[in-house]
T-cell receptor, first 114, second 116 residues
Framework: DTGVSQNPRHKITKRGQNVTFRCDPISEHNRLYWYRQTLGQGPEFLTYFQNEAQLEKSRLLSDRFSAERPKGSFSTLEIQRTEQGDSAMYLC????????????FGPGTRLTVT | QQPVQSPQAVILREGEDAVINCSSSKALYSVHWYRQKHGEAPVFLMILLKGGEQKGHDKISASFNEKKQQSSLYLTASQLSYSGTYFCGTETAPENYGGSQGNLIFGKGTKLSVKP
C-alpha cells in the first residue's frame, strides 16, 4: 500500500491552456474525491466517483472542469481554458466504502496559471 | 453551509491543552477531523457519526453534539508534533438513502502552534 499518488506535483501554465492531472488512489479503495485548496482555506469539494461512476459534481464547478475515472482505478481532472483564478492546490483523496468513509489524501498538484 | 471553526489560531506551550470547535447551521451526519502541516496533504484524525460515541486516541479526542450541530476536538498535553492547521469536514444528512456519501465541506481551519 503506497498511498494516494498524484502527478504532476507542480504545473505552471499560461492562461487559456488546457491542463490534466492524474490521481492514483490506494488500490482497494473504490471511492475517489477531488478537492481544490487555496491559501488559508480548507479543501473545497469538486467531485467524487464510486468505481467508475461520477456520483456528484459541485454546483460551483465551472463547465471547464471535467473528471474521469474510466476503469474505476486512476482518475484524471482536466481544466480547459485555464484562468488565473484556477491557481490552487488540487487534492485527490480515496476511501473504501464502509460506514465511515475515511478519506486519505494525496500530496496534491499545485497549479499556477500565469 | 461551510462550517465555522473557532478559534482561528491558537498558540500553546508544550504540555498545554487546547479545544477547537466546529459548528454548522445544517443537520450533520458526520464530522471528520484532519490535520495539515505546511506544504503537506491533510492527514485523517478521526470521524464522528451522528448517534456515535466520543472518539479518541492517544491524547487527541473529539465529541459531537447533535443538538447543537457542533463538534469539538480536544488536544491534551500538546506536543510539538501537534502543530499544524486543523480542519473539520462536515457531511450533511444524506437525502437519498442512509449511509455516508463522503463529500465533505471543510471549515477554514484552526492554526495551532505549539512552542517548546
Amino acid at each position: 500500500d503506497t498511498g494516494v499518488s498524484q502527478n504532476p506535483r507542480h504545473k505552471i501554465t499560461k492562461r487559456g491552456q488546457n491542463v490534466t492531472f492524474r490521481c492514483d488512489p490506494i488500490s482497494e479503495h473504490n471511492r475517489l474525491y477531488w478537492y481544490r485548496q487555496t491559501l488559508g482555506q480548507g479543501p473545497e469539494f469538486l467531485t467524487y466517483f464510486q468505481n467508475e461512476a461520477q456520483l456528484e459534481k459541485s454546483r460551483l464547478l465551472s463547465d471547464r472542469f471535467s473528471a474521469e475515472r474510466p476503469k474505476g482505478s486512476f482518475s484524471t481532472l482536466e481544466i480547459q481554458r485555464t484562468e488565473q483564478g484556477d491557481s490552487a492546490m488540487y487534492l485527490c483523496a480515496s476511501s473504501y466504502r464502509d460506514l465511515t468513509y475515511e478519506q486519505y489524501f494525496g500530496p496534491g498538484t499545485r497549479l499556477t496559471v500565469t | 453551509q461551510q462550517p465555522v471553526q473557532s478559534p482561528q489560531a491558537v498558540i500553546l506551550r508544550e504540555g498545554e491543552d487546547a479545544v477547537i470547535n466546529c459548528s454548522s447551521s445544517k443537520a450533520l451526519y458526520s464530522v471528520h477531523w484532519y490535520r495539515q502541516k505546511h506544504g503537506e496533504a491533510p492527514v485523517f484524525l478521526m470521524i464522528l457519526l451522528k448517534g456515535g460515541e466520543q472518539k479518541g486516541h492517544d491524547k487527541i479526542s473529539a465529541s459531537f453534539n447533535e443538538k447543537k450541530q457542533q463538534s469539538s476536538l480536544y488536544l491534551t498535553a500538546s506536543q510539538l508534533s501537534y502543530s499544524g492547521t486543523y480542519f473539520c469536514g462536515t457531511e450533511t444528512a444524506p437525502e437519498n438513502y442512509g449511509g455516508s456519501q463522503g463529500n465533505l465541506i471543510f471549515g477554514k481551519g484552526t492554526k495551532l502552534s505549539v512552542k517548546p
